[in-house]
Nanobody, 121 residues
Framework: QVQLLESGGGLVQAGGSLRLSCAAS????????MGWFRQGPGKEREFVAT????????YYANSVKGRFTISRDIPLNTVYLQMNSLKPEDTAVYYC??????????????WGKGTLVTVSS
């Protein structure tokens, strides 16, 4: 079983930045990739970004492309999401996820508990 532990959420003003972290522990089944989803108030959970663990290739939702950057630290089994130029519509609970990637989308088999990001206008 894999455990995913997020950190780094909080309150930030529009235009500001935050960095989320997610550390994976436990047994993973290869190929195992990690990424982020989010769920805003009254919205469905949506894909944000993912990174192919072996190659570093990244995929982003159009809504965050150019503002968010996903990266990984292989020895630490940790994935990061650097969020810049934040907008109020980025307000959401951000979930770390792990699993396989298909067609540029992460297909999660594991989820973190989520971390809240609030962007004030």
């Amino acid at each position: 079983q894999v455990q995913l532990l997020e950190s780094g959420g909080g309150l930030v003003q529009a235009g500001g930045s935050l960095r989320l972290s997610c550390a994976a522990s436990g047994r993973t089944i290869s190929p195992y990739n990690m990424g982020w989803f989010r769920q805003g108030p009254g919205k469905e959970r949506e894909f944000v970004a993912t990174i192919i663990w072996s190659s570093g290739v990244t995929y982003y939702a159009n809504s965050v492309k150019g503002r968010f950057t996903i990266s990984r630290d292989i020895p630490l089994n940790t994935v990061y999401l650097q969020m810049n130029s934040l907008k109020p519509e980025d307000t959401a609970v951000y979930y770390c996820a792990g699993g396989m990637v298909s067609g540029g989308q992460l297909m999660p088999s594991d989820w973190g508990k989520g971390t809240l990001v609030t962007v004030s206008s």
